[in-house]
């Protein structure tokens, strides 16, 4: 199910010029088919059948120019477009672990393809995964959410789980409107335009049910994680 709401935000995100969503390989809850998934993605057959009717029409050829082309492939086991320049991964844990390493095996190019991902990627060790070195990922900024963690564990003994700031930032707003005068939760308030600031950023309801956040964006580097673009402090200053 999280898969195909991902999916069905990706398709209304890249509705835009020039942006075009070519392919979405999914498997199971279970993970047991991701090394297959990610090597179809790849279109690894083909592309390494391509490089393998390559170097044998090279080695076929005694001239200069055949030799240097033969000598620039070096050990590449692949040859062609992969079809696509970004690559987003809705994963995060086990999964993400075991999809990472996949990405090189299957010559998924870092330097020709962006990786992303989504908050589930949060992981004190990314960095030690090549295939993730240089990926951008969305996540509350780190000042509001360590502040929370910091004050769950302080309070409870151990780190909050994933939901726990979602369910105090609802509390939290709750608490606000019903100390607001006459306590109001009218769908006009709950609604308002600058929204609310919680531990991970700020947020809004929409009319349609949905909500926003405000969300940095981190990259991947060796090291660590840093932040590429900060959160935004406001959705005026997103411009909306």
Known sequence: EFGTRVQEALRRAVEEPGVQ???????????????????????WDERKA??????????????????????ARGKAETDGDIGFDALLIPEGGPHLTAIAPLL??????????????????????????????GAW??????GGRE?????????????????????????????????????????????????FLGAGGIF????????ESGLAIYQVTKDGVTVADPAPDSFMSMGQ
């Not at 095996?105 to 090549?130: M, N, Q």
């Open 50 to 71: 391509a490089m393998d009717g390559r170097r044998r029409a090279l080695e076929g050829k005694d001239d200069d120019a055949s030799r240097e082309a033969l000598k």
């Open 104 to 133: 090189g095996y299957y010559d998924i190019d870092p330097e020709k393809v962006r990786v992303l991902g989504l908050a589930t990627w949060e992981a004190p060790d990314l960095g030690r995964e090549p295939g993730l070195i």
């Open 204 to 211: 809004r309801f929409l009319p349609s049910g949905e909500s």
């Open 147 to 195: 502040g929370f963690a910091a004050r769950f564990r302080d309070a409870y003994g151990h780190v909050p789980g994933p939901l726990a700031r979602l369910a105090y930032d609802a509390t939290a707003l709750a608490a606000l409107m019903a100390h607001r005068p006459g306590a109001d939760f009218s769908q006009a308030a709950l609604t308002a335009p600058n929204g």
């Open 137 to 142: 990922y969305v996540a509350p900024p780190t």
């Open 21 to 43: 969503l070519v392919a979405v390989a999914r498997y199971g809850a279970d993970g047991g088919d991701i090394d297959g998934v990610i090597k179809r993605l790849a279109k």
